[in-house]
């Protein structure tokens, strides 16, 4: 009985913060991993082009009705085997189990898709390193990043990981699937990634910032404190007030001597 009106109770004050939503300016709105899917990454997607999945494990970001239109062929680099193993049958032409912060490729990939997985490693400069070793000169990496500046992933760093493990799944059962990894954010800024990149031969060629998240909208007045809070922080800070936020990395040729 108790969880029912809980239950209720946290509906109603999602309707009451989905209703705030539709008053603020658009741009403050966008879902960053929907603008991701979407629109970010299909624009890079090209005929016959090697793609390396990086971190998607058993959620492959390519269809199997988009691979077969632009005949890629995808190739998964995930830590963990079992969740290469649990993909879909026929997305993934090669799997490569290890370590994106020790692993080093071998320059053959046009486009490298790493989706919401940089929060999750110790050692983001590490990760890029694995990145630019993966990409053939010319080749794009295309990332999404929450971003440490983000309240929710201030909370994520200073909470135990049980307790915000069980505070996100009871106000949000649905991220179950797919979140509640421990969270590390190192460097996970626009201007510390761009500035990391530059320094492993990455140019910044698409930068996207976006300001929604709907970790709070369970609680209508800490949603509006929220959203508050995020407009004058931008208003100080610009795009490193980012929630989250979308990079196109180009690899540069090496220079010639």
Known sequence: MAHAILRRFIEGQKRLSMHLESRIPERFRIDGNRDFVDRFVPQYLHEGATLYDVGG?????????????????????????????RAPAG???????ADVTRYR???DAD??????????VPDT????????????PGGVALLFVPSRNALFARLNRVLPEQVKRELLFRLHPGAR?????PAYYDRCTPRDMSAMAADRGLQVRELRVYFAS????????????????????????GEQAAESFSMALVKRPPAHP
């Open 57 to 85: 494990g058993k959620n492959p970001f390519v269809r199997a009705d988009v691979k077969a239109r632009l005949r890629l062929e995808v190739v998964g680099l995930d830590i963990d085997s079992e969740e290469l193993a």
């Open 91 to 97: 997305i993934y032409d090669r799997t490569i189990c």
């Open 105 to 107: 490729g071998r320059g």
């Open 111 to 120: 486009l490298v898709v790493c989706q919401a997985l940089l929060e999750h």
């Open 125 to 136: 400069g590490a990760a890029l390193d694995a990145i630019s070793s993966i990409l053939r």
């Open 177 to 181: 699937r797919r979140q509640g990894f």
């Open 214 to 237: 709907a970790y709070f909208t369970f609680f209508f007045p800490l949603h509006a404190a929220w959203r508050i809070w995020v407009w004058m922080f931008e208003k100080a800070a």
